[in-house]
């Protein structure tokens, strides 16, 4: 029971940064319907702004990171700026936006690997890396400080996209872009506004796995991959789904391990999900997925 | 029209036969050697022991006039653990390069280019990798003793001395970590001992925590990470943090920078290689490359001076000409050669042997308990 207990806790801490990526890439999916893979870009980045903003600029740790959740907001929009916009004018179909996305991932990557060698990047965070104990649970002030950000993110995100005029506006799009142009709805500013917050929600889990165990240039690539699998789990569009979806996997992996040999762990979460699409392809809450959305 | 040519390939032969007649000319051209090594990657800081040793070993030869008069240059190559990069390096340094030795390191790395340097005839001289399976390769010499010697020592140690009979085991899911466990069990079983559980982890994760959960929770005295480089220090330290409170143990693998400051990996059991870290050597390196020297940079200022030492013994019988047959030659005639850490023997099983400490991490030290010599 207790090993129970541990496992499920390190499955919530590691949960909570898959929810931060996958709250982030699905609202931008959601939205925009861009397979926006170098989203693990920005969630690298935000890392290394954080990791650069404290060793170099010598700031305190919050300002660091307040700072690096700007700057990788700023980074997402310069990408759908740069790269997305003048794409979709010249008419480029989804798959080309795809492709450049996927360069893009590539080349944020290897450049972070040149300036920074592809050795991982771990940010002194000194007493939150203590450790505490919670019953037969060890965990450590960090991965409490995860917790609670993912919780904070979603709620602050559902409160956006319901109260907030930028929200609906963002909620609309979402549901029908031809209903919300008809409206009067500008889709480009939209759409960048969708970059700015889904890159700033997606921010802190760089930033977390950074200050926990280290961020190399290439780790994005595989949150991005869970976030996209955790958000069509959840179904495409719904936020609590991709929620669900972030949680579903990270349990999974982290509790197979009880059952399962460790060094399957990573597969465990990819063979589930093919299981998924197959029973239930629209996901938990989500619509059906359509073949040319992907 | 057929004169000019024919003339001019006689004088082109005859510039060809004067090169060739004086290969000990100072001005010659420079032997060239390769270095595949963990640049980067969860090892990188053997890289840096790795290369600096080499370097050292080159400058020094250069400055005592180079092998045979020429010079020495060594061609630094990254295979970051992966066996495939090393394969890519080592083609390259065959094709390309066209050397006839290579420094390596690592054990999958080292196995996975030694059928290359097998058929193009090139020596590769390891002084890191310890699998068993080194021992008896075609062109490998292994400057180091393999893992199953040193295991042999802490798995007897910890079970007969340290009265810790009860093992869980973390294994880094490669050659190296997958061998050492292996020799971990036959060992620690013979001395007595018992290993309940066993967990594979990627050499280049960073996030521990499920597998030693799991391991926890089936108990134990003695908690062996088999496995090296960055991540020994990741997993001691998670190891503490989830309340993990056994001793854990590990070879001289575990024996880098990032372990020596880790909290979590005070107190561990280990094995040690001789080294001395106030020798002159390890001051020059410190002096050179601002950070401490460890066993490794040892390592490979001793393969480079082997090399220089049987190149020059191959040179010589071979009238001039260095190929990676004469080095091999050389090497298994002379056999014993001087190297910082004293005489080193290659067995028939082309490795070394060596003396083996065992101790404690403390401090950032090893505080050496007791030396078990090596067997003549």
Known sequence: MDLFLQLAATGLVVGSLYVLCALGWGLIYGTTLHFHVAHGAVFTLAAYYAYAAQKFLGLPLAIAVIGAIVAAALSGMLIDLLIYQPLERRGAIRTTLFI???GLLTLIENLLAIIFAPDPLRMDVGWLAEAVQLGPVFLTRLHLLSVATAILGFLALMAFLKYSLWGQAIRAVSSSPEMARTVGIDLRRVHLLTYAVGSAISAPAGILLAMDVGVEPYRGTTFVLLASVAVIMGGIGSIPGALLGALFLALLENLGVWKIASEWQSSISFGAFLIFIVVRPRGLFGRKIQSAEI | MRTIPSSLFLLALLAGMTTTAVPAAAQG???KIGAILPLTGSGASYGVWMKG??????EDINAAGGIAGRKLEVIYEDHAADASKAVNAMRRLVEVEKVPFSLTSYSSPTLAIQPIAAQNKVVIMNGGGQSDNLANKDYLYNNIPVVSNEVGVIATWLAKEKKLVNA????????AGRNSADTFREKFGAAGGKVLAEERVAL???????????????????????SYGRNVSIIADQARELGITIPMAGTSWVLVPETFKSKGAEGMLVTKLPFDPNSAFAKKFKDKYKTNAGFFAVQYYSATMIFAKAAQEAIKKNAGA????????AIESIRAFDTLSGKLVFQANHGAVMDIEVGTLKDGKVQVEKVIKAAP
């Open chain 2, 204 to 226: 280049d994760a960073t996030d521990f925590r499920a597998q030693l959960a799991k391991l926890k929770a089936r108990g134990g005295d003695l908690l062996y990470v088999s």
């Open chain 2, 168 to 175: 869980v085991l973390i294994v880094a899911n490669d050659e």
């Open chain 2, 322 to 329: 260095l190929t990676g047959e004469g080095i091999k030659n």
């Open chain 2, 29 to 31: 051209n420079p032997i």
């Open chain 2, 53 to 58: 040793g080499a370097e050292m070993a080159a």
């Open chain 1, 100 to 102: 450049a996305s996927l």
